[in-house]
C-alpha cells in the first residue's frame, strides 16, 4: 500500500509540474508580441511621408489599422499574463507599482469572455474599414464579413450567458 501511495504522489508530482509545458507557449506570445510591434512601427512610418497627401478616408482607416493592432497587441499582453498566472505561477510583482490592476483577478471564464471581447472590438474595426473602403468589396464579401462578426457577437452573448448559468448553478448548491 505503501508504494502505490509514493507512486501516486510521484505521478501527481510529474502531472503538476508538466504546467510548465505552457511557459514556451507565453515566451512565443512575447515574440508575437514583438512582430505585432514591427508592424505598427512599419504601419507609422510607412504613411508618415503621405500624410500631407492623404484624404480624410485614409487617415481614418490608417488610424483604425493602428487602434485593431494596439488591441491585438493588449489581447495577446492579456494572454499572457492570466494564462501564465492560471496556469503556470504566480508572478512575484505584486510590489511592482506598473503591476495591472487586473493581474491575478482574471480566472479562465474571465479570460474568455475578455479574448471573446476584444476578437469582437477587432472584427467591428475590420467591418468599419472595408465599410470606408466599399467599392475594394463585393457584396458576396462583405455579406461574409457581416456573417463573420455577428458570429463573434452572438458567440461571445452565448459564453457570457452560458458562465452566468454556471455561475448561478453553483450559488444554488452551495
Known sequence: MLKLKNIERLLERGLFASRW???PFYVGLVVALMVL???FVQAIFAEIPKLADLDEAHVILWVLTLIDLSLAANLILMVIFAGYENFVSKMDTHDHPDRPAWM?????SAMKLKLLASIVAISAIQLLK???SIGAYTREQMMFLIVIHVT?????VLLALMDYIAEKAGEHQH
Open 152 to 156: 463573434f457577437v452572438v458567440s461571445g
Open 130 to 132: 472595408v465599410f470606408m
Open 21 to 23: 509545458l505552457m511557459a
Open 37 to 39: 510591434l514591427a508592424v
Open 104 to 108: 491575478g483577478t482574471i480566472d479562465f
